[in-house]
């Protein structure tokens, strides 16, 4: 029997008409339906304010829906008890836009902390550390404090530490918001390697040059509304006269031409 490969991979998030309130009033997220599977690889788009922020949060249980189901690795977060909370945290890596780094502690004990605090043996992850520095190009700046490196710096340590614990997903929000572009494309394709390392990752981001160079499916919100894409077309970056009307569009907008 044939059967399609993506049911054979098991399901990590999934989102039953999900929709979300702060106030109780107005409707930030509304009837969100989605599935994010082992080995997954998606963009979250959509402009400031769409609700990016708060759709990560309820993967990480930072924020629990108003109404609609959210299930993560099989189970309904609602019906989840408390103390079972922190354990579906950890099978989570959250990179976010500011790094959260802690100022006084190094590079290294940055990414040892989460094992730290889940009172994890020094000896049992310091190859882990080193080796995660390593591999996000900071071999080098292993006890260098957050003081002394630059936000694309900042930023890879703050992902070897979204890692260490071994997650199932990770979730970056903005994870090159604060750094150059040059950086950004550095960070982004670190997120792809690790996916295809096996990781399934959902990167939220607003940046649309940069969704459209990694050829990636894209979940877009859209009036607190989400719909599932294909990756965003590459554009040509010199449009024969008369065939690309947005870019006509924009350049007469900015004044040009
Ligand atoms: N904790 C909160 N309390 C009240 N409103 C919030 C809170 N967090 C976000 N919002 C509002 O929800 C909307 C979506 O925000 P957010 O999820 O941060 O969007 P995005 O990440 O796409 O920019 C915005 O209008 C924002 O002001
Ligand atoms: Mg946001």
Sequence with gaps: MIQESQ?????LVK???VGLSYDGVADILSDVDMVIRDGDFRFLTG??????????????????????????????VNQMPREQLPLMRRRIGVVF????????????ENVALPMRVQGVNQNEYAQDVTE???WVGLGDRIFALPETLSGGEKQRVALARALVAKPDLILADEPTGNV???????IMRLLVELNRLGTAVIVATHDL???RRMKKNILRLKGGRLTLHGPLKERTHKPAAGQD???????????AG
Aim: charged content about 20%; hydrophobic content about 40%; glycine content about 10%.
């Design 47 to 76: 402009p400031s304010g769409a609700g990016k922020t708060s759709l990560l949060k309820m993967i990480y249980l930072a924020q629990r829906p108003s109404t609609g189901a959210v299930t993560l690795f099989g189970e309904n």
């Design 245 to 255: 009307q947005g870019a006509a569009a924009s350049r007469s907008a900015m004044g």
């Design 209 to 211: 040059d940069l969704v």
């Design 132 to 134: 995660l520095l390593t």
């Design 7 to 11: 049911k054979d991979r098991s399901i």
């Design 97 to 108: 836009q500011e790094f959260r780094l802690l100022e006084h502690l190094t590079a290294f």
């Design 180 to 186: 150059d572009p040059i950086m950004g494309e550095r």
């Design 15 to 17: 989102f039953d008409h």
